[in-house]
Nanobody, 121 residues
């Protein structure tokens, strides 16, 4: 079970760090991702990381502001979110997939409970 945590209410320009324990998926051929879903919108890809080598991928709107990382010792994936904007408000989910890798939600096989991120002005 993937359980994202670390969300909250923050002012625009603020910082949050999301965490997701991934012990069941901390193996070479697994990939981890963060998605988000705002009210009335489809779930969208935010960032992903390959467990094997730590290579990352981001959606354009978060490049330079968000950083996805993994801690192999703790089997945890993080999403560091800096300079948060109003449009980052959403429920954030972590997801895992074995082998496949892409931005579409249907590529990702395992999902957990999300964590709410609210950015205020």
């Amino acid at each position: 079970q993937l359980q994202a945590s670390g969300g909250g209410l923050v002012q625009a320009g603020g910082v949050l760090r999301l965490s997701c324990p991934v012990s069941e998926y901390a193996f070479a051929n697994y990939h981890m991702a963060w998605f988000r879903q705002a009210p009335g919108k489809e779930r969208e890809f935010v960032a992903a990381i390959k467990w094997r080598d730590g290579s990352t991928r981001y959606t354009n709107s978060v490049k330079g502001r968000f950083t996805v990382s993994r801690d192999s010792a703790k089997d945890t994936v993080y999403l560091q979110m800096n300079n948060l904007k109003l449009e980052d408000t959403a429920i954030y989910y972590c997801a895992a997939t074995f082998g496949r890798y892409g931005v579409r939600p249907d590529v990702w096989e395992s999902w957990g409970q999300g964590t709410q991120v609210t950015v205020s002005s």
